[in-house]
């Protein structure tokens, strides 16, 4: 296991810069569209831009991780995220954030996937769940840092927007001088939809509801925080007991997932995430520290989801189809986190922005009920036993 942590020790610590930067822009890019007079829906079509960007990322980057490797794509992919950041300063029209938006979305897809396929290249099926929780735990844990620089300034200033750009262009730095080799460029660039789909239709689907859930969650949460009151600075402290939450159960849950069913898991978590939306949605104003023990609650439930799902994926796939899966399960991914914000943002102009937690407690439970249904399918008898049933997808 401490050989499997020092083989990404440094890619580790670029993920934490990385995030950083995008922890702070994932709060100041809404407010600061509020703060320039742009409407919910146009704040959702924002959230949403930045998962086609995603999408269409997550298409051409296995080719470009093919032929540039790992370290050089994921190089360019920040140097591009750079750019788009600084125009977020310099344009304020709701056309050009939407166009930024996407940029980004485009340049994480790339950098997620490069970063994702890189781990599972450097793990193996004993050790991924727990080499994949602390991944998550460093992208919190920036996500976190990079929430409480909001208080610095204002969130339409340029300080932050380029103090984001600076955290992005120093996440270069640890992978360039790094010893430690990535994983060999994939022979395919290929995407092995069919092959995954028949191999485990519950990663494609399973995942595209996280994203339909996961897109609203953090893109609006911030817009559901000042619509129940939260001033800016408490905005940026409950976005960051989200962030804290969300890596409080990622080791052990990554270690109960290597050790038992993560589809089970799954359920667990997806249930218990589902709960406390009802809560959040039925409950009204609550007091401060409660709102932020809550926010604890559910980030600590929200995100562990993903990575246990793609854990279960990748115990089937195999490392060799490494950038191929990762690139899969994100466009798969993306589709659900492209409608999940427009559908959200309805949801809140219509309910409030308690809106969004009923929004992402309809899409949990459909969630929880397919994976039941995949694992009551995988388990049931064979209709004949004239000979013995190939195993079954899931």
């Not at 990385?18 to 922890?23: A, D, H, R, Y």
Request: aromatic share 8%; hydrophobic share 55%; glycine share 12%.
């Amino acid at each position: 296991m401490a050989s499997a942590y020092r083989s990404v020790a440094a890619l580790l610590v670029s993920v934490f810069l990385l995030l950083s930067g995008n922890g702070l822009l994932l709060t100041i890019i809404p407010l600061g569209a509020r703060a320039h007079g742009h409407g919910e829906i146009e704040i959702g079509f924002l959230g949403s831009a930045y998962f086609v960007g995603m999408l269409i990322g997550a298409v051409i980057n296995p080719a470009a991780v093919r032929r540039s490797g790992h370290a050089r794509a994921y190089t360019a992919s920040v140097a591009l995220a750079v750019i788009a950041t600084l125009g977020f300063a310099v344009f304020h029209q709701p056309w050009a954030w939407i166009l930024f938006r996407g940029v980004l979305g485009f340049c994480f897809a790339g950098l997620y996937a490069t970063v994702e396929s890189w781990l599972q290249g450097k793990s193996e099926n004993a050790v991924r769940g727990r080499v994949l929780a602390a991944y998550s735990v460093v992208q919190y844990a920036g996500w976190a840092v990079g929430n409480q620089l909001i208080g610095l300034d204002e969130p339409t200033s340029f300080t932050l927007f380029s103090g984001a750009a600076a955290l992005l262009a120093a996440a270069i730095l640890p992978v360039m001088i790094t010893n430690e080799d990535p994983p060999e460029r994939p022979a395919s660039p290929e995407l092995p939809l069919r092959w995954l789909w028949r191999t485990s239709p519950i990663g494609i689907v399973g995942v595209f509801l996280i994203g339909a859930a996961n897109g609203p969650f953090w893109s609006l949460t911030p817009i559901y925080a000042a619509g129940i009151g939260l001033t800016s600075g408490e905005v940026g402290t409950f976005m960051t007991m989200l962030t804290i939450g969300s890596a409080l159960l990622q080791i052990p849950i990554g270690r109960l997932s290597d050790r038992t069913d993560r589809r089970a898991v799954l359920v667990g978590l997806v249930v218990a995430t589902g709960l406390i939306e009802v809560f959040l949605a039925l409950a009204g104003p609550l007091p401060r520290m409660l709102l932020y023990g809550v926010g604890l609650a559910i980030g600590s439930v929200l995100a562990t989801q993903y990575y246990v799902l793609v854990s279960h994926v990748n115990d089937r796939s195999g490392p060799e189809r490494a950038v191929g899966v990762a690139a899969v399960l994100l466009l798969a991914y993306c589709v659900g986190a492209i409608a999940g914000p427009v559908t959200a943002g309805y949801a809140m102009s219509k309910l409030g922005p308690g809106g969004l937690h009923v929004h992402n407690a309809v899409v949990h439970a459909v969630l929880a009920a397919y994976v039941i249904w995949r694992m009551l399918a995988a388990s049931a008898p064979p209709a004949t036993v004239s000979a013995a049933p190939a195993r079954s997808p899931n």
